[in-house]
């Protein structure tokens, strides 16, 4: 297994979350050198490594040996006396043991796979990936629109086109495109209607609209801010059919992001509701709840957020501190989000499926980085104080939009929705 460890400006911390396979964990440097103090060091997890190696080791041979053993503790930490490195061990051990049993312990100890390899000659290869920040090819770092991004746009205004009956209306869909690409997909939209165009189409268009469902749902309870997280060139600002409940819309982006979208705008002459706050957030300077309330977000007031297509390319870190934010606002508040599944839990052909669409993200500079299992990530949101979950697959997201279709518009399995309340 490859361990990665992950930073990125973004995050707006010192910590980097390192993965292991589907796990991860921050690590940050030392407080004394500037660290959050809230996370282990990279010594730390060394420290671990040994004590866990330790401890995995006598347990084993415990088992072998038939020893009368409850319990086996390790502890170890480290220290520096000038150039020497020391790091000292403490095993503790809770049963029946004789002295002969003992001197087999600390023997096998020693014999861990950990300490030898700490005590052997030890060779590091370093290899240097590079990529510039602001090549053509890493585009999701220059806060430009991200090809992905565009692909989604293209997708939900084929929608308004070849799909029947519509499951998101949106007429907003083909304009904010612009004239030309406007022109040329109703000139041709079935450029975008092969397999693989037709099931992505019908992944996002299900997941705004169950988006949208739910904010309704929210309004009917008196919620009156709903905020879009990594909006692109989402339409429902322009839309709004709650407006004249006085429903006030806040799309967060980056803002060179939000700079090009609003020039998307003006270019196909589409009105900014009054209803409608830009709220630009550079996540290397401010922090999403800073940047909501400088833009007049009532953080004492409950609010219904849309997170679409965006988790899977954040550290599972990150997708739990918005998660937490969301959390920790008034009773009523509430968020819907989309996520990836493990590979493992497809089939074969959707596997494949999978792989080649992260080969194409990842050549294209925006690889996608968590998948969670709905079991886990359900609990994890039960535990951040959310009081309501709601998990959603596919079978049950095309019983509810997508049934007795005569065009067999279908989503798959690589990603679900997940609906949390306060």
């Known amino acids: 297994m490859t361990t990665q460890a992950l930073w990125t400006p973004q995050s707006g911390r010192t910590a980097c979350d390192v993965q292991f396979g589907r796990d991860t964990l921050p690590v940050d440097i030392d407080q004394a050198a500037g660290g959050s103090g809230q996370h282990p060091s990279p010594h730390d997890l060394l420290d671990a490594a040994l004590a866990s190696c330790t401890t995995l080791t006598l347990q084993l041979y415990a088992k072998r040996k038939g020893m009368a053993v409850q319990e086996f503790r390790v502890e170890v930490r480290h220290e520096r006396d000038g150039a020497t490195y020391r790091m000292v061990r403490a095993i503790h051990v ?26 052997g000659e030890i060779a590091i290869v370093t ?15 220059t806060g430009q629109p991200s090809r992905s991004a565009l692909r ?15 499951v998101l209306p949106d007429p907003v869909a083909l304009p904010i495109l612009g004239a030309k690409a406007d022109a040329e997909l109703r000139a041709n939209p079935f450029v975008l209607n092969d397999p693989l165009s037709r099931g992505l189409r019908a992944s996002l268009v299900m997941r705004s609209r169950l988006a949208e469902d739910e904010l309704a749902r929210s309004v009917a ?33 980056h803002p060179a992001t939000q700079a090009w979208k609003q020039q998307c705008l003006r270019d196909a002459a589409i009105e900014v509701p009054g209803t409608t706050t830009f709220v630009p957030v550079d996540f ?88 969670f299992e709905p079991d886990e990530l359900q609990a994890a949101l039960s535990q951040l104080g ?21 065009d067999g518009l279908r989503t798959g399995n690589s990603f679900r929705m997940m609906c949390a309340s306060c």
């Open 284 to 371: 290397e300077q401010s922090t999403l709840s800073g940047g909501l309330a400088q833009a007049g977000f009532r953080l004492d007031q409950p609010a219904c957020f849309a997170w679409l297509g965006v988790s899977v390319y954040l550290t599972r870190e990150a997708v739990l501190d918005t998660l937490r934010f969301v959390a920790s606002l008034p009773a009523g508040s509430s968020i819907t989000f989309d996520y990836a599944v493990p590979a493992s839990r497809l089939n074969p052909m959707e596997q494949a499926i999978r792989a080649h669409l992260e080969q194409q993200i990842t050549e294209q500079g925006e690889p996608w980085v968590s998948y």
């Open 94 to 119: 809770v049963g029946t043991v004789t002295e002969e049993q003992q001197a087999g312990l600390l023997r096998v100890a020693d014999a861990c796979p950990v300490h030898k390899t700490l005590m």
């Open 127 to 141: 290899q240097a990936h590079m990529q510039a920040a602001h090549s053509p090819d890493n585009i999701i770092h």
């Open 386 to 406: 959310f009081q309501a979950v709601r998990d959603f697959g596919a079978d049950e997201l095309n019983a509810r939009y997508l049934a007795r279709r005569k």
């Open 152 to 166: 989604v746009a293209a997708l939900r205004a084929v929608h308004q086109l070849l799909d029947e009956p519509i």
């Open 221 to 253: 309870a008196g919620v009156r801010q709903y905020v879009v997280l990594g909006a692109g060139l989402d339409t429902f600002a322009y839309r709004n059919v709650h407006r004249a409940l006085g429903l006030q819309v806040f799309e967060v982006d």
